[in-house]
T-cell receptor, first 115, second 110 residues
Framework: AQSVTQLGSHVSVSEGALVLLRCNYS??????LFWYVQYPNQGLQLLLK??????LVKGINGFEAEFKKSETSFHLTKPSAHMSDAAEYFC?????????????FGTGTKLQVIP | NAGVTQTPKFQVLKTGQSMTLQCAQD?????MSWYRQDPGMGLRLIHY???????DQGEVPNGYNVSRSTTEDFPLRLLSAAPSQTSVYFC?????????FGDGTRLSIL
């Protein structure tokens, strides 16, 4: 069984500061990992994904995440926060297996950016 | 491209009423899913489909039915609405990679 833990339901950073959103997962097989962003009254949009290969993954809007197998982590970072980054962020895991694979989402982290 | 389209965007129901939430995708994706989003609980899978004519239950299927007669459409039916079903519902589709989400249906049950 797979699961996702996002530490911190709310994170506040100052504009221009480093953004760090934490995600740890458990999976019985090597996983696919995703970060999604949700703006108010909208659906989820894919930020970035890890499937295979390079463990440092770059996404849209300057975000990146690093897959660390030994730590079972996939933390999301951005060097300098912008006001437009204020949103809710979801980490998700999908196990690699044949056929349909269900996606498990974390409970989300709301990012507040303070001017 | 429309992507994933959900209708209606908002709905208020009385307890016991039934209704259908519509979901359509124009990307020819074989996989479609319905989630509900509640504060502090992330997204929970209600039902999913791996192709036309094939559906299965997710994590929280009670009180909901689905069918998939075409690749494009995947409606979600509330059989007898209950206040516990007040939530935001999202439909998603994929071809096996990352999912594409609709903008959601905000449903209130009084």
């Amino acid at each position: 069984a797979q699961s996702v833990t996002q530490l911190g339901s709310h994170v506040s950073v100052s504009e221009g500061a480093l953004v760090l959103l934490r995600c740890n997962y458990s999976s019985s097989v090597p996983p696919y990992l995703f970060w999604y962003v949700q703006y108010p009254n909208q659906g989820l949009q894919l930020l970035l994904k890890y499937t295979t290969g390079a463990t440092l993954v770059k996404g849209i809007n300057g975000f990146e995440a690093e897959f660390k197998k030994s730590e079972t982590s996939f933390h999301l970072t951005k060097p300098s926060a912008h006001m437009s980054d204020a949103a809710e962020y979801f980490c998700a895991v999908k196990e690699r297996s044949g056929g349909y694979q269900k996606v498990t989402f974390g409970t989300g982290t709301k990012l507040q950016v303070i001017p | 491209n429309a992507g994933v389209t959900q209708t209606p965007k908002f709905q208020v129901l009385k307890t016991g009423q039934s209704m259908t939430l519509q979901c359509a995708q124009d990307m020819n994706h074989e996989y479609m899913s319905w989630y509900r989003q509640d504060p502090g609980m992330g997204l929970r899978l209600i039902h999913y489909s791996v192709g036309a004519g094939i559906t299965d239950q997710g994590e929280v299927p009670n009180g909901y039915n689905v069918s998939r007669s075409t690749t494009e459409d995947f409606p979600l039916r509330l059989l007898s609405a209950a206040p516990s079903q007040t939530s935001v519902y999202f439909c998603a589709s994929s071809s096996g990679g990352p999912q594409h989400f609709g903008d959601g249906t905000r449903l209130s049950i009084l």
